[in-house]
């Protein structure tokens, strides 16, 4: 707060505070947003569709749900770490929030790490994946940002509309306007 005050973001003559320059301050946001994020292509191991994906998704975060109240467990004097967590995002996160309008852009899955086990229990692959890929993985650098805000709907982890807006704000399939779309729906901002 402090740090938009001092850079004439808000405006404090009110009752409350309330943010200014808009648009200017979104879009630092997406700049400052625009980091490399690795991203790796994934096929199906057997052809299934969106539907079995967010089956699968939810399944695997029900698991981690009752399998760790907490993130890692010591044993024996060392850590295991836990198994990764895992969430839907940009245009099947869109969808799924109800802001989606663009198609036939593959769904993006947010994995803390890179782990072939929990590919293979979501039905996927990355081996053979360069040519033609199903989904494609994101491994985020801010993994808090991403999954401390996560939502859930029907037991799918879905990015928050926020993260979904700066991630598709820059994304060549249609991103711009997608983001447009979240910004004048959810962000109520024109």
Do not use: M
Request: some cysteine.
């Amino acid at each position: 707060v402090s740090q938009l005050a001092k850079e004439g973001f808000l405006d404090e003559r009110g009752d409350y505070l309330q943010i200014v320059r808009t648009d200017e301050l979104l879009q630092r946001w997406v700049a400052a947003n625009q980091q490399a994020v690795r991203e790796v292509p994934a096929r199906w191991i057997i052809r299934k569709d969106q539907p079995q994906l967010h089956t699968a998704i939810v399944s695997y975060a029900s698991e981690l749900d009752a399998a760790s109240p907490s993130r890692a467990k010591p044993r024996r004097g060392r850590i295991i770490k836990p198994a990764p967590r895992c969430c839907i995002g940009l245009f099947a996160a869109a969808d799924a929030l109800g802001f989606g309008f663009v198609r036939g852009v593959p769904p993006h899955i947010y994995l803390e790490r890179l782990d072939p086990d929990v590919l293979r229990r979501l039905g996927l692959s990355a081996e053979d994946a360069d040519r033609r890929a199903d989904a494609y993985i994101r491994v985020p650098a801010n993994r808090e940002a991403v999954f401390r805000a996560a939502v859930r709907r029907d037991g799918l982890p879905i990015s928050d509309v926020l993260q979904v807006w700066l991630d598709v704000s820059a994304h060549p399939a249609r991103g711009h306007e997608q983001a447009g779309e979240i910004r004048r729906r959810a962000l109520g901002v024109l």
